[in-house]
T-cell receptor, first 111, second 117 residues
Framework: RKEVEQDPGPFNVPEGATVAFNCTYS??????FFWYRQDCRKEPKLLMSVYSSGNEDGRFTAQLNRASQYISLLIRDSKLSDSATYLC????????????FGQGTTLQVKP | GAVVSQHPSWVICKSGTSVKIECRSL??????MFWYRQFPKQSLMLMAT?????????EQGVEKDKFLINHASLTLSTLTVTSAHPEDSSFYICSARAWGGSTDTQYFGPGTRLTVL
């Protein structure tokens, strides 16, 4: 089983749609979780951290379910500029700082 | 946010040659840097953890004699792909860890695209 699993998609949605991405992780000792965005041929960029109580940043909402080891990202009112690959990332529970990346979910927002 | 640079941004080389990639933290000191590799349509895979002043820690399956890592200063880590072959063609990305107090953040470089002919 992969340490971090995501549905690779692609998700093709019209502008204005709401889209949700899911992610599961295998190590129950993990404490820190993130969503990164990666554009084609570019480095990943931090979109948002994921907190236990859930957190929102504008049109983006992240949620964490520790019991199910499940992380989600909701994007409301999709924009063309949201088209990218979204990476679910879990920090290794050791103090090494290592990040474990999911395969990524590709989103294509169409006019 | 903090800035991490990589050089070169892309390189094309012949099979059998060695290629050095530099990763620099421009406005902070990083005792730890990480090297990742990303093949097309795949996610980032951690290759090794680079620690300033000590040997790098390699992930399982990564050959330390092929991918030489040197972290000689708090702002510079280098990855040398020795005797490169076409299967080494990939996108190599570094990150630098900024941590202290309540902060523990990784800043990514822009990546280096290696093509081995």
């Amino acid at each position: 089983r992969k340490e971090v699993e995501q549905d690779p998609g692609p998700f093709n949605v019209p502008e204005g749609a709401t889209v949700a991405f899911n992610c599961t992780y295998s190590n129950s000792a993990s404490q820190s979780f993130f969503w990164y965005r990666q554009d084609c041929r570019k480095e990943p960029k931090l979109l948002m951290s994921v907190y236990s109580s859930g957190n929102e940043d504008g049109r983006f909402t992240a949620q964490l379910n520790r019991a199910s080891q499940y992380i989600s990202l909701l994007i409301r009112d999709s924009k063309l500029s949201d088209s990218a690959t979204y990476l679910c990332v879990v920090k290794h529970p050791s103090n090494t700082g290592k990040l474990i990346f999911g395969q990524g979910t590709t989103l294509q927002v169409k006019p | 946010g903090a800035v991490v640079s990589q050089h070169p941004s892309w390189v094309i080389c012949k099979s059998g040659t060695s290629v050095k990639i530099e990763c620099r933290s421009l406005d902070f000191q990083a005792t730890t840097m990480f090297w990742y590799r990303q093949f097309p349509k795949q996610s980032l895979m951690l290759m090794a953890t680079s620690n300033e002043g000590s040997k790098a820690t390699y992930e399982q399956g990564v050959e330390k004699d092929k991918f030489l890592i040197n972290h000689a200063s708090l702002t510079l880590s280098t990855l040398t792909v020795t005797s490169a072959h076409p299967e080494d063609s990939s996108f190599y990305i570094c990150s630098a860890r900024a941590w202290g107090g309540s902060t523990d953040t990784q800043y990514f470089g822009p990546g280096t695209r290696l093509t081995v002919l």
